[in-house]
């Protein structure tokens, strides 16, 4: 099942230049290990801004929430979520 | 060069029923063809709307422009257009 | 899979009153049939509103989708979802 | 008597890790003994946010300030609240 | 119990300077009677505008729901509910 | 002359609890004292929230100002003011 | 007692040019009238725009509604209002 | 050549009252030797509010910034900029 | 001196196309007529929209209202204005 | 190809000086090689503002968000994307 998700990341600017870099370091880490595992199915990043379009495919809501909770970024986040679903004119199998 | 378009459709209520079958079935095709020729590269329903979100791939702004003002359905929408690029972490050799 | 849908109503002045009559007869019939099915699974009217605040509970988001897309009052409608999942502190089973 | 309330909790990064688990258990603790007392009917988590939705069933306005006004997390939290009623199309009891 | 109630009217302009009349004349008479019989118990003029603040004591919100839907330009406002309650520093026994 | 004015309290959450307490205990002495001049004529609070709905009756805009620009919590507040008159349909005398 | 009024003037497209002309001579009219009378102390065109930002001197709440709403235009306008007072650091006499 | 500013002041709580207090005499200082230099044409507090509106009167756009940028409590205030013109139906010689 | 006039179009869909197509041919060379009078700078299609981005060079505001207002497709248009100058970091001599 | 850019500048108040001038230079430098090389092409202040519009010339879209993202203020900024394109009615060669 298919999830748009928007992510913008807002560090406060006054954390340290180590901390946002072990913090990034590890969203990295995790959002490759979801994009193997098949769960985080796109991932782009927004032209000219710290954010990012991603479209996840998950069981269910609750699936959704787990693994968007558990970003390490995530309290960091403004993040909007978009149910997806076939489209009646689309031609491509995949997007299902 | 890809671009996230979302579309939210607003036919107005007095459009005569033939009409709108019309233009939706104009807009189903052209939909097709676009995706074929692999410009229109995801497309999908937002759940619970007549809106859709979709992936773009064109050469450059002014081909954008050219696709999405062709749309059979263009001035019966809201539309807003997002550029994107790659993500560092994205591990998807496709979403380029 | 639940999600909460929020719904306001917006009939166009103009439209006689027969057929407002008709329409929403058939919403209710829809919406009760639906009820039933326990696909709808709650209805509260929003009070001092043309509006509702509904809880479904459907297969995915594609059945979201084609529940909520044939309300016979769909395109007179401003429509917002929100995806649910259990939370971490409810103590009521139904509500999963 | 029914309100559907919304909550959104934005915990101040600086907080220390201790003191934000202290809150989060005592809101639990609270949020269930008001579900047991029957005040809080349902409480579901937003799929994807830090976010809750819920119906509270008061005797009035004023025990319902009372009740979200009592939340540990309520100065970190922003709260929206609609006043429900029976909908007429409502084939559910326990709806009213 | 005590809402407030912000109405703003909306009158189409294609709308006949009679069938205005008429139902400015019914609402006139509605309030009046709500007002007589204590349930509207405040009802100013926004200066500058076509818009009303109200405050309505009401047994539940079902009533509310009740009184505003009969409003005779309900279709035709944009209507705003805000539940209020005894504030802890007022001194006005009227105010419950 | 009248003025709605809705004043909602964002205290800093680093603010001392003892410092809390001594603006809100002045912020009480001072709303009384107004209401006892009958400046303050109404005062509730928004159900479910840390925000107010008042009625205020001041000689003119320069005493409002007056009076809301004194309040202990001024600069800890979002406040909205709407002038009020009397309303064609009122049949209270002392709502003018 | 000073108000600042802003007004966008929104006709709609239908309306006949003959009607149009004649709403706005008699705007006009009434704009120079209550200019002459003081009422209306200034008048500005908001540059780009079919909108202006008007300085009202008005005796009270009352009376900036018995003005703005009889405007000839009063129901094709947005129009929102702002309370002045004198201000602090002013040295000008006469805008009090 | 004129224009419409408004600005709103939003001093951190954090702020120490001598650094508030020098500020806002620099600002006062500022605001009145504009209005002698008849840069700044009117200043009016908005009633309810740490905000003001203003009028000023500048040879083009760069000195509107010269002066604007120029504030004391430039960084403290949001502020919104419209360009006016003198309005056809404006009597008043000395609003060009 | 500088303007960002930012302008989408907003035809009515009951428009009769002839019309449109009239007003589209005047708003053209009304355009080209200004860009070769050296008043409309810049103009550039927002991509994916009907709507555009353009700088003008004006004597004063008098003369942007002017020129705007006199767009054939003015009433059409949704319309925001930025008022520019010279940046202290542009070194380019033409964007004064 | 074209987008125009607008950046609001937002440093937090309690940023030392000294630091926020080095930043400013930095910011100046990389604007004015930027500029140099052709692909920052206009760069204007908004008057009355700490803000910019800008219009960038790039290849695409990665190269955009490489050299916004490469701004020494970029965390300290509200940034909007607006991709553009030839306007059919431009007649000036430079701006495709």
């Known amino acids: 099942m298919l999830f748009q998700v928007e992510m913008t990341v807002k560090l406060p600017p006054e ?3 180590e901390q946002a870099a072990e ?3 590890r969203e990295k880490e995790y959002a490759q290990e979801l994009q193997r595992a098949g769960k985080w199915r796109h991932l782009w990043r927004v ?3 710290y954010a990012n379009v991603s479209i996840f495919d998950v069981e269910d809501n609750a699936e959704l ?3 968007v909770a558990g970003l390490p ?3 960091y986040m403004a993040i909007s979520v978009t149910p997806l679903c076939r489209h009646p004119s689309s031609i491509r ?3 299902s």
Request: aromatic letters at 6%.
């Open 65 to 67: 929430q787990e693994v």
């Open 23 to 25: 913090i990034k370091a």
């Open 93 to 95: 199998e995949g997007d």
């Open 73 to 75: 970024l995530f309290s």
């Open 15 to 17: 954390m340290p230049a």
């Open 47 to 49: 032209a000219g801004s």
